[in-house]
């Protein structure tokens, strides 16, 4: 079946330095791929999705500028967190698709961030 | 507004009872609907989906689900539950336009000795 790795699965950085989470499809092309955040005990926020060689689509509320998606091969997607601040901590998911079917979406393992 | 509701944040039930967690979805034209779990500091698992057909979904661990457009609704069962079952479980629906999924706010099953 298809899988999504995400790397790392966990990061501690220093306040004002800037994070970067890395989204693969390892068995298929993803055209499409999407970026969560995940408050402790609440549901997935839909951050943004990117697809391959085009600027991403942030949804309302979240800064382009501070959480950069770069989606530069059909394989790979990445997340830099910039200048992270301790309200960045959180738990963050991609998930990846193939095409626009609806129903094919395979989820990284997510990358839980501390920002001391 | 929210266009999938998951009625309950926590459901506890005890080893080998039965458990159903509930879910309201909005979409008045054709419905993409999955059952997600998700396990401690993990990514999510599809547990099973509705795309057409059967109105009954079987999926992996012997969960099932049964979609009812009459009653918009999308809830997940299964008859005997193990402690491995404990999980945050989020119910999602598709929406062609955009290409994305909204989820549930997520149903956290304790399964008790």
């Known amino acids: 079946g298809a899988v999504v790795s995400q790397h790392p699965s966990r990061v501690i950085c220093k306040s004002g330095t800037s994070v970067k989470i890395e989204c693969r499809s390892l068995d298929f092309q993803a055209t499409t791929m999407f970026w969560y955040r995940q408050f402790p005990k609440q549901s997935l926020m839909l951050m943004a999705t990117s697809n391959e060689g085009s600027k991403a689509t942030y949804e309302q509320g979240v800064e382009k500028d501070k959480f950069l998606i770069n989606h530069a091969s059909l394989t790979l997607s990445t997340l830099t967190v910039t200048s992270a601040h301790p309200e960045d901590s959180s738990f963050y998911i991609c998930?990846?698709?193939?095409?626009?079917?609806?129903?094919?979406?395979?989820f990284g393992s997510g990358t839980r961030l501390t920002v001391v | 507004a929210q266009s999938v509701t998951q009625l309950d944040s926590q459901v506890p039930v005890f080893e080998e009872a039965p458990v159903e967690l509930r879910c309201n979805y909005s979409?008045?034209?054709?419905?993409?609907l999955f059952w997600y779990v998700q396990y401690p500091n993990q990514g999510l698992q599809l547990l099973l989906k509705?795309?057409?057909?059967?109105?009954l979904v079987k999926g992996i661990n012997g969960f099932e689900a049964e979609f009812n457009k009459s009653q918009t609704s999308f809830h997940l069962r299964k008859p005997s539950v193990h402690i491995s079952d404990t999980a945050e479980y989020f119910c999602?629906?598709?929406?062609?336009?955009?290409?994305?999924?909204?989820f549930g706010g997520g149903t956290r099953v304790l399964v008790k000795p």
């Open positions: 979409s008045s034209v054709s419905v993409y």
């Open positions: 999602a629906e598709f929406k062609a336009a955009g290409n994305k999924l909204t």
């Open positions: 998930s990846a698709t193939e095409g626009n079917t609806g129903y094919g979406y395979t």
């Open positions: 509705y795309l057409s057909g059967s109105t």
